[in-house]
């Protein structure tokens, strides 16, 4: 009988050690997203939780916390920050930093860089149908949301370009796939009366990778070098 009671009384003790290791841990995790000024990968987080502790149940239960606040747990770029809830979003919009505006020409851009990295100049005139200004490139690679990737293995070498994290990170995308589709980008003024006939978006591939194509690039080329003679700047 006193065994019974002494194994009951161990029970009793894990239950209870349990729910307050689980209570720190989210503590613990909060705290670190919440401090931090870049989203978190879960093996940071997990670093710092309790000897044993299980960094998916903390982060989902930590996500099931918040899903019904002004700010949720969300997962960008497969890292983990707080961001306002979709729903709310429009209460703090002028209340927020300005968003970096972007023209025409470097949004099209920005989008043909997405879809179909990588990419190079003469690819994006293809698809665009105009002449590609070097300034729409400039203003993606100074936000830190397009790089150069390596060099296409064709005649002159040109530059090769793709996304980065921080472009997933700034539109609150998860993974590349979660890019919206052709009718979304219509229904958004994208490529409204630019699209060739028979236009179709590929499956979008940020793999880091260079491709069978591609070659590394033997050192960071400059921009007017990797754009060679500038056109005029566009205005649409």
């Known amino acids: 009988m006193g065994r019974m009671t002494a194994a009951g ?82 209460l703090l919009a002028s209340h927020g930093e300005e968003k970096r505006k972007l023209s025409r020409a470097a949004t099209e851009t920005l989008a043909i860089i997405a879809y179909h990295q990588p990419v190079t100049r003469a690819d994006i005139e293809e698809i665009r149908g105009v002449a590609v200004s070097k300034g729409a490139l400039d203003v993606l690679m100074e936000a830190g ?50 699209l060739p006939a028979g236009y179709g978006l590929p499956d979008p591939n940020d793999e880091p990778t260079l491709r069978p194509d591609e070659e590394p690039l033997d050192e960071p080329a400059p921009l007017d070098e990797a754009w060679g003679p500038i056109p005029p700047d566009e205005s649409a």
């Open 145 to 194: 949301w397009v790089r150069m990737r390596g060099r296409r293995r064709a005649p002159g070498r040109p530059i090769t370009y793709g996304t980065t994290s921080d472009f997933l990170i700034e539109f609150g995308l998860e993974a590349i796939t979660d890019l919206p589709g052709l009718d979304e980008l219509q229904g958004a003024g994208l490529f409204e009366g630019k």
């Open 9 to 90: 009384d161990v029970a009793r003790l894990f239950e209870t050690i349990a729910p307050r290791a689980l209570a720190e841990d989210l503590r613990i995790a909060e705290a670190m997203v919440f401090a931090s000024a870049e989203p978190l990968e879960a093996q940071a987080i997990a670093a710092r939780l309790s000897v044993g502790a299980d960094v998916v149940v903390v982060i989902e239960e930590l996500r099931r916390i918040y899903a019904g606040r002004g700010v949720n747990l969300v997962r960008v770029a497969g890292r983990w920050t707080f961001r306002t809830a979709e729903d709310l979003s429009w």
